[in-house]
Each structure stands twice: as structure tokens, then as C-alpha cells.
């Protein structure tokens, strides 16, 4: 029996030799924790491939002398230092006064545009929520601009902007007689009013998607209790409505912003290369002194600003609306 015993043990210690060195981190935890990493790993690299490559690229070329003679090979390029950023941003001399009138028509024509979609799409939304006979019809061709190709909408527009033979004149002018000729709303001042309509037509659409959504997280017995109360419609908007989709709007006003203020497709497919002066947005501008003139150099350089001014307006806002929702709560 004595002698068994120990032979026993030692069988029990040779067979199971993680005993002696303590329980060890099991495999199937570690692919466990690991596995989510590794399906992201994929989207991780063509995001880094596809953005943060090419913005990279572009800083540097911001601080290079870049012209049409080192585009073969632009890290020949001279250094430039913050030469590009100098004409940028001085306003007296014609690069950065230009620059500097286009900035101020995008900030107008975002705001516009970003405050007539959010009113569209939420007024759209609110009203979308009472149940009728072909609601459903109706959401669907709410959501056509939205769902059109970009290329193939703004051209149709660009059709019924035209001077002699198109829808907008036609209406305006021979059906209705409000003005004393058919306009040009492609060029001079009216292109500001034209590039907003169709910045507005494409874009609330969204506005009301997500709004819409927003609205299903009510309950509807906010509303049946506002009604019993007396409150009429505008009251239960402005007491209900709006406070409850404050999160969803702060969201959303920060998504058009950025979208709208960095659309490129619609100003150029509408007016080219050489958009007019009333609605000449930055992104096209800044295609213009990259491509047009062959200063890639300074062209980078009002790519890195407009990088760093999104950026500083993205913190802000961010910040106020965190505040804004702690004081709330």
C-alpha cells in the first residue's frame, strides 16, 4: 500500500504537468478575443489604403513647389515650406481674396441649404406619421432624389435650367408670368438660386429618412396625453417632437454639413470646370487652382485648410451639443 501510493502521485503529476505551473490562458478565449480584430483587420487596411494614404500624400505635397513640370515625378519637387499656405490665406493678393469669396458663398450655401433640409424633411416626417390611404406610395417617391444617381438628377436639372427651351423658364415665365423674361439660371447671380435648389431637392430627402426614424422611438401615448391636455399640433411639435429628437438632430445636422459643404459632383456637373462666381463653392475652387492652373502646391495647401477648418467645426459643435445634453439631463 505505501508503495503504491507514491507511484500513484507521481503518475498524477506526469500526466497533468500544468499543475506544476499553474493554470494556463485556455486557446479558444484567445481566438475568441482575437477574432473580432481580425475580421476588422480587412476594412482596417483599404481604410488606410483608400483615405488615410492619399491625405497623407497631400500634406506633404502642400509643402512642395508642385507645378505641371514635376507632375511626372512630384517628390522631385522643390520644398516650398509654408509658402502655399501664405498665398492662401493672404487676402489682399488675388489667389487669397478668391479664396476667400468662395469660402464665404460655401458657408452661405450650406447653411441655406442644410436649414431648408432639415425643415423639409422634418416637416415631411411629422406629417408622414398619421396613418392615410397611400402613405406608402407617398414615402417612396419622397425618397426618389435621394435614391437617383447623382450624374443623371443634376443633369436633368441642368435641362430644365436652361434658357430658351427649359421646364423652370416655361413655368415661371409663359405659364405663371412672374417674370418679365426668361431668366439665366446658369450663370451670373440666378446660378446660386439654381445650385441651391438642387442641393435642397437632392438632399432633404435624407433628412426626412432619418427623422422619420427618429419619430418611431416616440410613444404615442405622449401624444394621446398632449391631446387630452389641449395641445394642439404646434404645441405637441414643439414640446414633444423636437425635444425627443434632439440626438437624431444633432447627428443629422452635423452629416449635412459636412456633405454639403464638401459636395463637388453637383457644382461641377451643373456649371464644369469654371463654375460662376455667385456659386463658385470651395471644392470646385479648389479643383481650379489644383487642376486648372497647375499649382498643385497651393492647391494641397487649401485642401489641408479646408481639412483643419471641417475639423475645428466638427470639435466645436461636438462639444456644445455634449454640453448641451449634460445640462439637459
Known amino acids: 500500500m505505501t508503495a503504491t501510493a507514491p507511484a500513484a502521485e507521481a503518475t498524477v503529476q506526469k500526466s497533468s504537468p500544468g499543475a506544476a505551473r499553474g493554470p494556463r490562458r485556455r486557446p479558444g478565449r484567445?481566438?475568441?478575443?482575437?477574432?473580432?480584430?481580425?475580421?476588422?483587420?480587412?476594412?482596417?487596411?483599404l481604410e488606410?489604403?483608400?483615405h488615410l494614404v492619399p491625405m497623407v500624400i497631400g500634406i506633404v505635397m502642400s509643402f512642395k513647389e508642385l507645378t505641371q513640370f514635376y507632375i511626372r515625378d512630384?517628390?522631385?519637387?522643390p520644398w516650398a515650406g509654408f509658402d502655399n499656405y501664405s498665398v492662401s490665406v493672404d487676402f489682399d493678393a488675388p489667389v487669397g481674396k478668391a479664396l476667400l469669396d468662395s469660402f464665404l458663398v460655401t458657408i452661405a450655401f450650406t447653411l441655406l441649404s442644410v436649414g431648408l433640409c432639415w425643415l423639409i424633411g422634418t416637416a415631411a416626417a411629422v406629417f408622414m406619421q398619421d396613418t392615410f390611404r397611400g402613405r406608402g406610395l407617398?414615402?417612396?417617391?419622397?425618397?426618389?432624389?435621394y435614391a437617383l444617381p447623382v450624374y443623371a438628377?443634376?443633369?436633368?436639372?441642368?435641362?430644365?435650367?436652361q434658357h430658351d427651351n427649359g421646364l423652370v423658364n416655361h413655368v415661371l415665365h409663359d405659364q405663371l408670368g412672374i417674370t418679365d423674361k426668361p431668366s439665366f439660371w446658369l450663370i451670373g447671380d440666378n446660378s446660386f438660386i439654381a445650385l441651391l435648389t438642387v442641393s435642397v431637392w437632392k438632399g432633404w430627402p435624407f433628412a426626412f429618412l432619418i427623422v422619420m426614424a427618429g419619430l418611431q422611438n416616440i410613444p404615442r401615448e405622449l401624444y394621446e396625453a398632449a391631446s387630452l391636455d389641449g395641445a394642439g399640433m404646434l404645441q405637441q411639435v414643439r414640446r414633444i417632437t423636437l425635444p425627443s429628437l434632439r440626438p437624431v438632430n444633432q447627428v443629422l445636422v452635423l452629416v449635412l454639413f459636412l456633405w454639403t459643404f464638401n459636395d463637388f459632383n453637383t457644382p461641377y456637373v451643373m456649371f464644369g470646370k469654371t463654375a460662376p462666381e455667385a456659386a463658385d463653392l470651395i471644392s470646385v475652387h479648389i479643383y481650379q487652382?489644383?487642376?486648372?492652373?497647375w499649382d498643385f502646391g497651393t492647391g494641397s495647401a487649401m485642401s489641408v485648410l479646408l481639412l483643419l477648418f471641417l475639423l475645428a467645426v466638427t470639435g466645436?459643435?461636438?462639444a456644445l451639443t455634449s454640453r448641451g445634453r449634460r445640462t439637459a439631463s
Not at 484567445?30 to 487596411?45: D, E, H, S
Not at 407617398?138 to 432624389?145: I, Q, S, T
Open 74 to 77: 512630384w517628390g522631385t519637387a
Open 289 to 293: 487652382a489644383s487642376f486648372v492652373t
Open 153 to 161: 438628377a443634376v443633369i436633368t436639372w441642368v435641362f430644365m435650367f
Open 316 to 318: 466645436v459643435y461636438l
Open 30 to 45: 484567445i481566438r475568441r478575443i482575437g477574432l473580432p480584430y481580425l475580421l476588422l483587420l480587412p476594412a482596417l487596411l
Open 138 to 145: 407617398l414615402r417612396a417617391l419622397f425618397l426618389v432624389p
Open 48 to 50: 488606410l489604403l483608400v
